[in-house]
């Protein structure tokens, strides 16, 4: 009895003492005075936590956006130029690349205000301001309300308080809770819409290395690119317009030419999209056993087939490139996030943190009443939430995600046919035909009818054999019996009567969308596969799927609430949400693995290694290669080396890209950009020996702007610091 007694007093003493692990966390900047400001000027920062966020003054964070809609960039001059990744502005870049002018391939540089190009529909986006209104949002819940009733109790409430702080300015606002809902903050935000593309270098720089060093430590990929914000005659944003002028910001980042050093102070300030830092271990078991390997194995079949026609064909390559970086993106992610886990062991280290928190919980007959019965109704939700979030995911990635793509592009058609059959409004009618029209040439600029058969028959195939049958769609029936599974006999028999490979046929309907012509779409068996996965997806998978997340939703919020409770003297970091956070580090190299320890920068040197004119990742601009053989890095060099990348351990996710990475004296020293490969996991659990972001060194940036690229005007308007 002693003993037990004892045992429990240690594990209550293990875990109240736990260290908050050493760089782990992405911090609310709001919060930074009270939890972090001190640990931060310990571990070197010389500025305050006004000076990083302040709605009274100028500080930081006002010259720190939302890019488009995933990643983030920052103010580098004060005449609203900004800086983001090339990875970032791809799809601005590729847009403007057309055969004469391949942006892409040659990289761009706008040589004056007059030749840079505006981007319809990209914006930029700055936080205000940021505010707890948690009582205000949760007024008048109680816990006799169930979830629905919560949801909609506090949208109502958000609703309110969202026209309040916008107050008919020209601002914009959102509520997000945090906590897995137990704050809600509102942030106030201004978006800028005219934004014009200003530089880029080519893709043999920025995208250097492309799929095969993604996600890796060592790196030399010079991913950034460059724009610059446009404002009305009274600097507040405005559409595009000729006589708009740059946009003159409050704040912008001076720019250090000292390089940085191991176990220098970095600080990355940008918006990390989500992670799930407190999940159970159920959750990890889901993802790492029963989901992402049927999802690797389904995407190692996808980029197979790619790879071989666009290694057969140039312009295939180009077709498909952007479809292969983002199936590779998250397959590769996948990938070391369960080998980062195993070799954790994370599900063990869940379980075992679970096994203290039940000991705890049993240990007071209140917390007993309140979480006794957290963990089994867990395991109840997961034993049903894996097969259909697996469904949900497989279904995407055979018919919607770059899977079998006609099937997904006919998917467009449905809202159309719709309007036609029911008889609505021409205006309606033609005006959802005019943009299917753009999206109809655009689909067939980027499409391979061969490649797109033979990822037809692969990944139906894959589906018929590992979906239970619940889970395939209804025209799978016809498959078993009536094509014995025979997956290319059926594709040929779809491929015989579809007509959606036809773009001319399409442009001709598109262009007249009578009645009778879209009922020859609605009747094509490609549409009818689509509309069986639709129909599995709305019917089946998508209501129980919803419920199950319901569930977990209270669970998590109760979850997280008592493990704040447990673990009293812990400082807790909310897990991201697309919003501004703050990580904070230091630089530092690590081991990847026996005898191997990884330096904490590369090196154009590594450039040169990694050169093979034959690789299509590994194509060194001769410009670059010259610049290097003359050893001219002028005043971006160290020690007679240019440094390209360097690797630091703050804790980032996606979304953090193109985040500003910032030394001790509020300098930029680097753009954010991933992550390396042994640390991926961590989304999920961190591990401050392995996990480190990737970021491109602010000097290089500048030799490529200066002498690479010969558009050293650009460098006036920074605010460079030796
Ligand atoms: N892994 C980085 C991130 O998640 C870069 C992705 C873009 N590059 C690529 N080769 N797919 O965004
Ligand atoms: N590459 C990611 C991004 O685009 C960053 C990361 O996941 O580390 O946001």
Redesign the pocket.
């Given at each position: 009895m002693i003993r037990r007694k004892l045992l429990f007093i240690w594990i209550i003493a293990f875990v109240s003492f736990f260290p908050v692990f050493g760089d782990e966390g992405m911090w609310i900047p709001m919060l930074i005075e009270k939890l972090n400001i001190q640990e931060m000027q310990e571990k070197g920062l010389k500025l305050s936590a006004e000076d990083i966020y302040s709605v009274n003054k100028a500080s930081m964070k006002d010259a720190v956006m939302i890019f488009g809609g995933g990643c983030t960039a920052e103010l580098i001059s004060a005449e609203g130029l900004l800086l983001t990744n090339h990875?970032c502005g791809y799809r601005s870049i590729q847009k403007h690349s057309t055969v004469e002018h391949d942006y892409l391939t040659n990289g761009f540089w706008a040589m004056s205000h007059k030749e840079e190009l505006p981007n319809p529909g990209l914006k930029v986006t700055f936080l205000k301001w940021m505010e707890d209104v948690t009582g205000k949002s949760l007024e008048g819940i109680n816990s006799g309300m169930s979830e629905k009733e919560r949801e909609e109790r506090i949208s109502e409430n958000n609703q309110k308080i969202i026209t309040e702080a916008v107050n008919n300015s020209h601002f914009s606002a959102h509520i997000e809770p945090f906590f897995a809902g137990n704050q809600y903050f509102l942030f106030v935000e201004e978006v800028f819409r005219d934004v014009r593309f200003v530089g880029a270098p080519p893709s043999s720089i920025g995208?250097f290395g492309?799929?095969t060093d993604?996600?890796m430590w060592p790196r030399h990929t010079g991913d950034f690119s460059l724009f610059r914000i446009y404002a009305n005659k009274n600097n507040e944003p405005a559409e595009f317009s000729p006589d708009n002028v740059p946009y003159e910001p409050v704040k912008f980042f001076p720019i250090s030419l000292k390089g940085i050093h191991p176990d220098d102070f970095t600080m990355v300030f940008g918006y990390p999209g989500s992670t799930y830092e407190y999940v159970p271990s159920y959750h990890i078991k889901m993802l790492t056993k029963e989901v992402y390997p049927k999802l690797i194995d389904i995407r190692d079949k996808k980029l197979e087939l790619m790879n071989a026609d666009m290694s057969a064909d140039p312009k295939v390559r180009i077709q498909y490139s952007s479809k292969y970086?983002?199936v590779?993106?998250s397959w590769k992610?996948w990938i070391g996030e369960i080998n980062g886990l195993d070799k954790l062991d994370a599900i063990a280290k869940k379980q075992a943190f679970e096994n203290g928190f039940m000991a705890w919980v049993a240990s007071d007959p209140a917390s007993q009443k309140k979480y006794g019965t957290l963990l089994p109704d867990y395991r109840n939700v997961y034993n049903d939430l894996g097969r259909y979030r697996l469904a949900r995911d497989y279904i995407n990635e055979v018919f919607f995600r770059n899977g079998a793509e006609l099937v997904s592009f006919s998917s467009k058609f449905a809202n159309l046919i719709d309007l036609v059959e029911n008889e609505d409004s021409p205006e309606k009618v033609s005006s959802a035909a005019s943009q299917l029209i753009s999206l109809t040439e655009g689909f067939f600029k980027d499409y391979n009818l061969s490649t797109d058969k033979k990822l037809f028959v692969a990944l139906m195939k894959k589906c018929g054999e590992n979906m239970p049958a619940e889970f395939q769609p209804s025209v799978f029936i016809n498959i078993h019996s009536k094509f014995n599974d025979d997956y290319g006999k059926y594709m040929e028999s779809v491929y015989k009567k579809t007509s959606f490979f036809n773009e001319d046929f399409l442009l001709e309907i598109l262009n007249n969308p009578v009645k009778s012509k879209l009922k020859k779409l609605k009747n094509d068996p490609v549409f009818q596969i689509f509309e069986s996965a639709d129909d599995l997806m709305k019917g089946k998978i998508y209501p129980e799927y919803s419920r199950l997340s319901l569930e977990l939703k209270s669970l998590n919020r109760k979850y997280m609430a008592a493990q704040m409770e447990y673990q009293k003297d812990k400082i807790f970091y909310s897990d991201a949400n697309f919003t501004l956070r703050l990580s904070y580090g230091s630089v530092k190299g690590y081991i990847p693995k026996d005898a191997v320890n990884f330096k904490y920068y590369t090196t154009l040197k590594g450039i040169i290694e990694k050169d093979n004119p034959q690789i299509y990742d590994y194509d060194v601009p001769d410009k670059l290669k010259e610049l290097y053989k003359s050893g001219d890095f002028g005043q971006y060099a160290e020690n007679g080396e240019m440094h390209v990348c360097f690797i630091a351990t703050n804790h980032t996710t996606?979304g953090n890209?193109g985040s500003p990475v910032v030394n001790a004296e509020g300098q930029l020293v680097g753009v954010n950009?991933?992550?390396a490969w042994e640390g991926v996991m961590s989304d999920l659990m961190f591990n401050p020996d392995q996990c480190r972001n990737i970021s491109l060194d602010i000097r290089y940036v500048l030799f490529l702007i200066d002498k690479f690229a010969g558009a050293g005007y650009l460098l006036d308007e920074m605010d460079l610091v030796e």
């Open positions: 990875h995208k492309g799929d993604n996600w970086a983002s590779s993106n992610r996606g890209s950009f991933d992550r």
